[in-house]
């Protein structure tokens, strides 16, 4: 019999908590250290992937992201004895997708021959934007020329590159994002994320909002032009939008996000990473300790380095599901959720936002409509409350 979270794959998340500088929008678990021990490091990483892989034991890992913070800034022999880890301790497909994330300011040729040869496959790069104002805006530490020089080292490394751009940032107007966003449509490989600015709480730019010091973010309608612009020009360019903020050549999708979207099981390994596991006694959340000295140690002394397990509910896992499921363009299953849910969705509720030109329905699959997707929130509202 499959299990729900086959329909969705296996992955494994690997957290390197540290960066050069914290930049001001960023509310990720990323940490700035003047020394790292790498060798302790390389230990607690080997050995959090075999104890999360002796309670799933048999598995395929068809995907690995190592995210941040900064990846880029670990040494290649970590990277190699974590992806070696994994495929000693669970089976590592033969395809699969092993990705990177890596800032401008810590790639050279060296290092990144590295990775390669560890087993990465793909890189992602936090360039942000090709404009050296808005870098300097947003706090970053490398120059329009930096990223375009790096995005080139990993491009001849790597068949498969990706790279992150911000838009409604602060002064930017519409015929700026457009020319930013021809230039990257123009450089890209096969894959871009392009995201709305938000202010989260907690960040510098949050901060700077509350005392009314941070001016010049888009209005609203503008945001909305912008959002709009981004899908027709990359429609056109041969990239669509498969999910919310991300595009990509047919084939080329970021496989392991994909696995959280579709709502498989995926480990969290790293200081503040959470997994999804399907266990003996059921779906379960973990999540793990967030700052990097006290996880690094509870490790060391504890076996572990786990802050909260809990049991997953299938009403809640079905809520999981549509909650991501629904940001792709390929939609979502009503009968996987209604078998989590054990009930399902009013088809009256459904019927009311197909009539309203936000959703489509086939068969048994929904799925937002170009109109829909940047209300999303308030589509899964009115289906799921």
């Not at 700035?32 to 790498?38: N, T």
């Not at 060798?39 to 892989?53: K, T």
């Not at 913070?69 to 040494?75: I, K, N, Q």
């Not at 709305?196 to 010049?216: A, M, N, V, W, Y």
Request: proline share 5%; glycine share 10%; with cysteine.
């Amino acid at each position: 019999m499959t299990m729900d979270w086959q329909q969705g794959g296996f992955g494994v998340y690997v957290h390197w908590p540290f960066c050069l500088a914290k930049c001001p929008y960023c509310d990720f678990n990323s940490h700035v250290r003047a020394e790292v021990d790498h060798e302790a490091w390389r230990g607690a990483l080997v050995s959090e992937v075999a104890r999360v892989a002796a309670e799933t034991p048999g598995r395929r890992v068809d995907t690995v992201f190592f995210g941040g913070g900064t990846p880029s800034l670990m040494p290649p022999e970590t990277v190699a004895a974590v992806i070696s880890a994994i495929g000693t301790h669970w089976t590592l497909a033969p395809d699969a997708e092993i990705s990177l994330e890596a800032n401008p300011t810590s790639v050279e040729a060296g290092r990144f021959r590295g990775f390669r040869d560890a087993g990465v496959n793909r890189i992602s790069m936090g360039i942000q934007s090709l404009d050296d104002r808005a870098l300097k805006a947003l706090g970053r530490m490398h120059s329009a020329a930096e990223a375009r020089a790096a995005f080139d080292v990993a491009r001849g490394l790597f068949e498969r590159v990706s790279f992150d751009l911000i838009h409604a940032r602060q002064g930017q107007d519409l015929d700026g994002w457009r020319a930013e966003l021809g230039e990257a449509l123009s450089m890209a490989v096969d894959h871009l994320s392009l995201y709305q600015l938000t202010i989260e709480p907690g960040t510098r730019f949050h901060d700077l909002l509350e005392r009314g010091r941070l001016k010049g973010l888009p209005e609203p309608d503008l945001a909305a032009d912008m959002y709009a612009l981004t899908q027709e020009l990359c429609s056109a360019a041969g990239y669509p939008g498969y999910e919310i903020s991300n595009h990509a050549r047919p084939g080329a999708e970021s496989r392991h996000n994909l696995t959280y979207w579709r709502y498989g099981d995926y480990a969290g390994i790293g200081p503040g990473a959470h997994g999804r596991l399907t266990l003996a006694e059921g779906r379960t959340a973990t999540e793990t300790l967030r700052e990097p000295t006290a996880w690094l140690n509870a490790v060391r002394e504890q076996g572990h380095g786990e802050s909260l397990r809990e049991p997953v509910s299938g009403a809640d896992q079905a809520t999981e599901y549509m909650l991501m499921s629904l940001r792709l363009a390929e939609g979502s299953d009503l009968s996987r959720h209604a078998a989590l849910a054990a009930e399902g969705i009013p088809e009256r509720r459904i019927a009311d936002l197909v009539e309203a030109g936000l959703l489509w329905h086939k068969g048994s699959r929904i799925g937002t409509t170009p109109q829909g997707r940047p209300l999303l929130n308030a589509i899964l509202r009115d289906l799921l409350t």
